[in-house]
Nanobody, 128 residues
Framework: VQLQASGGGLVQAGGSLRLSCANSERGRTIGSYVVGWFRQVPGKEREFVATISRNGISTYYRDSVKGRFTISRDNTKETVYLQMDSLKPEDTAVYYC????????????????????WGPGTQVTVSS
């Protein structure tokens, strides 16, 4: 898969953004891949945000975004989404999506070491 994240931007605290992670590679379907979102602030390690199983049934979030972020996918559109609501200044980061092929339809992956395919990031800036 070839991944492209989009949808980042500048938003005030309390606002919302929806990130998209689209697969642009012909012949491969994102439905065969577990997908995760990660984020990174300059000078800090990249951290896990959310992940979704191939069939979209299983999801997992880092504690600080639970109840505010929602990960979803539309395999027919070759896209995974991250809806971010009630944004906080501490959510400011470059957001990356990643994918890993997996045989199980229900498994999720929380470690960046588990992912081989990464797209370029999209900047999210939340002003106070």
């Amino acid at each position: 898969v070839q991944l492209q994240a989009s949808g980042g931007g500048l938003v005030q605290a309390g606002g919302s953004l929806r990130l998209s992670c689209a697969n642009s590679e012909r012949g491969r379907t994102i439905g065969s891949y577990v997908v995760g979102w990660f984020r990174q602030v300059p000078g800090k390690e990249r951290e896990f945000v959310a992940t979704i199983s191939r069939n979209g049934i299983s999801t997992y979030y880092r504690d600080s975004v639970k109840g505010r972020f929602t990960i979803s996918r539309d395999n027919t559109k070759e896209t995974v989404y991250l809806q971010m609501d009630s944004l906080k200044p501490e959510d400011t980061a470059v957001y990356y999506c990643a994918a890993e092929r997996h045989s199980s339809s229900y498994s999720v992956k929380k470690s960046e070491l588990d992912y081989h395919y990464w797209g370029p990031g999209t900047q999210v800036t939340v002003s106070s």
